[in-house]
């Protein structure tokens, strides 16, 4: 092995700086390569409708829950309800139990996969906790489709 | 009257942090020797006012004087009182207080027990303490004043938001914060030494029980933060990758290295200078984490309030601490000169493995946590999760292991993997073992397969350097290590475990009705109101039953605070020796249906028995070096007196 022999000072402190710059850049070069192929982004319904995401990548949805639109499947913990921006509509699904701020007319972020059939699968839903804790999405949406969301929910 | 004296104590901390940086700049010069003598003293009280402070913002909390600001927006008379003292702490401004607290207090326990170190170094190190604390006493003077009054009082608080209300919050944040400011003291070190360059063996034994007290604090948070979002938030996972984990992990990953590195210093008198770099990375890391969490620029349950002004100075400081540092590490990288040299094969090597692999995996965390920051200023919103961190840290973690169970064997400066292989047969042995029961057991997926089986081959080389060592005189810092590495064997057999063999149950069920999950089965019997101090809640009585032994009554509760009005739910969790049972109850449905979520996760108590492990570990080797050093001094200190009486 090459490695038997202490090397020179200069060598040394050279073939080390040189291992250690190489394997960082290798996690830096990974880290890009893997935040671009998981990182799950954002989409209100006008986009995901418009340009699905392929149906294994997670994403997260956000919109309002339209009024009317919440039904509980037999088994009890099964939920369906259709996310809604004004512009567009989504069907969505949830196994699991809901958070307590999750009501009709609220807002929501459901992280999930959209499905090849249109339906969005929830795995899990982020709704509004208190006014201290909004997801930034949500503040964002609130602001642009106040109106929106007026005109639909009276 | 203790908001003014709580704000008057921090004033003159932060008067006395200047005076520190002054006069121990100036004492390292000829001719302002003088002051040398002013510089210890100074920072003992500087750091002696924070805390008096602190204990001023405790008892405003304490007898909720709603007349300060603070108070009224987070607290409420009707709060246990536990909660109302945590909850001076549960709050962006107390918690930056606390911050600048531990701060002071590092600092000042510094000045008061550091003698190893040349005068001038310890001069720089103190004076570079003060210069760090200043910038976050501004912060907190002009940017989140805790002591701020009301023109009017309010009849009653907002009250704190239940999550935070938990025994949790009494310890977590406390320990945590000693651990991440902690570090502050390793970043002075690193400074002084680099001002004086005064970087030798000597400076890393110095250094080495300061990184390591707070490396055991950071530990010990973080292993109480994963156990508490583990039962509070009701999801049933140990570790989110949420912005503020991450921020608690990575100056974990950057001071587990530069505890390492520290060891070669002191030990081989190399890796001089990236010793001191990581010294530098180190608390950096707190302070990025600090600006991620409280600028409440990402999404978290961390995140108090959000307020730009306050990230735009937290981000100011940043630039200037970490900026400087490393601009003083480029200048004086080059004139510390090269340690002693050995072969790629050595502990040495293996040891600079382990800081390569870690910095790795503290770059993939580092990006990731940022990355929506960065897409968001491009017009992008996306957020990070487990399918990034967990295989992209992987990669680097499980390369780590395989060396980690190597290197304690290995000689320093050279040696041959040849002398060591054979004793590694018995390793090797176990996990082709674990291979074959793991593949006949159902197998797994690839990342708990490889943690389960790693675990145990792991564990067995862990504790071959006690091997033809007398255990009775093996020095306490062996130990230290031998549990430390048993600590993460044990850790990642619970997380491979949880991951592999968790059996979840999501049913709506009659009262009365049983259900099973797992060997468990569990018969809701009923649901009752039940009252707390400032609570209402749904409490189900759960009759459970493992594999038909005796039966044991869980009740898990579904709460509605009113001030604020949250709900949250207390999940209910019963352990055994192989495992927990985890139970949260949801809400009624329309047909009197409850929803229950249930949870067999074998082994994952494992998890944080694991990092308690590892904490002991480093405090076995903190009291074995401490020992050793104080014994030294005592004896220098006999042969001295002695001297003295022969030569009268």
Partial sequence: ?154 | MSAELGLAALWLAAALAVLQLVAGALAMGERGASLAGIVRPVAVVQGLLALVAFFCLIHVFWITDLSVKLVAMNSHSAKPLVFKIAGAWGNHEGSMLLWVTVMGLAGAFVALVERRLPERTMLATIAGQAFISIGFYAFLLFASNPFERLAQVPVEGNGLNPLLQDLGLAFHPPTLYLGYVGLSVAFSFAIGALITREVGPAFARAMRPWVMGAWIFLTVGITAGSYWAYYELGWGGWWFWDPVENASLMPWLAATALLHSASVLASRNALRAWTMMLGVVAFSMSMIGTFLVRSGILTSVHAFAVDPERGSFILALLAVYIGGALVLFGLRASTVTEGERFALVSREGALVFNNVMLSAILGIVLFGTLYPLLAEAMGAKVSVGPPYFNPMSALFFVPMLLILAVGPMLRWRRDTFGRVGKRLILPALAVAGSVIAVVLGGGADLLPFLGLTLALGLAIAGLLPLRDRNLRRTPLPIWGMVIAHLGIAVALFGMASESAWTVEKLVAVNTGETTQVGPWSVRLTRVDPVAGPNWTALEAELHVRYAGGAETVLRPQSRSFWTPPQQTSESALLSRWNGQLYAVLGGEGQDGRWQLRLWWKPFVTMIWLGGLMIALGGLLSLIGRTASDIRRVVARGKIAYRREKQGR
């Fill in chain 1, 1 to 154: 092995m090459a490695a038997e022999k202490p090397m020179k000072a200069k060598h040394q402190r050279l073939v080390l700086l040189v291992i250690a710059l190489v394997v960082l850049f290798a996690a830096a070069l990974l880290a890009i390569w893997g935040l671009r192929s998981q990182a799950s982004y954002f989409y209100l319904p006008v986009e995901i409708v418009a340009a699905p995401p392929e149906p294994d990548r997670g994403v997260r949805l956000g919109g309002m829950v339209e009024k009317g639109s919440l039904k509980t499947q037999a088994d009890g913990v099964t939920i369906a309800f259709v996310v809604a921006d004004g512009k567009a509509r989504v069907p969505v699904t949830f196994r699991g139990i809901v958070p307590s701020l999750f009501v009709e007319g609220s807002g929501v972020v459901a992280e999930g996969r959209m499905g090849a059939d249109g339906v969005f699968v929830a795995d899990n839903l982020l709704a509004k906790h208190d006014e201290k804790y909004v997801p930034r999405e949500m503040q964002d949406m609130t602001k642009q489709q106040a109106e929106a969301v007026m005109r639909e929910t009276t």
